[in-house]
């Protein structure tokens, strides 16, 4: 599953960007965007960021821990 960027958690820091394999990661008015057909799904961008403003939904889990 994609990510996804919560754009009032980011703070433009760019961790995301350095990490991201494909650079499917820009910054738009200080806030990250992931270009979806770039992503190759790997969760290094959520694994980074400080914020924990990058979620990735597995939509077949049904852990409720899950966010
Ligand atoms: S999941 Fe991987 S490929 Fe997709 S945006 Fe994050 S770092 Fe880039
Ligand atoms: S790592 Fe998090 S806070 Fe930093 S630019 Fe990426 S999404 Fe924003």
Known sequence: ??????GEL???????IE???PQAIHL???TAYIEIDFCEECGLCAA???VMAIKIIFPRS????TH
């Open 48 to 50: 980074e960021c400080p």
């Open 1 to 6: 599953m994609v990510p996804s960027i919560d």
């Open 62 to 65: 049904t852990d409720p821990h």
């Open 19 to 21: 990490v991201c394999p």
């Open 28 to 30: 738009k008015d200080e």
């Open 10 to 16: 980011c703070n433009g820091c760019g961790n995301c």
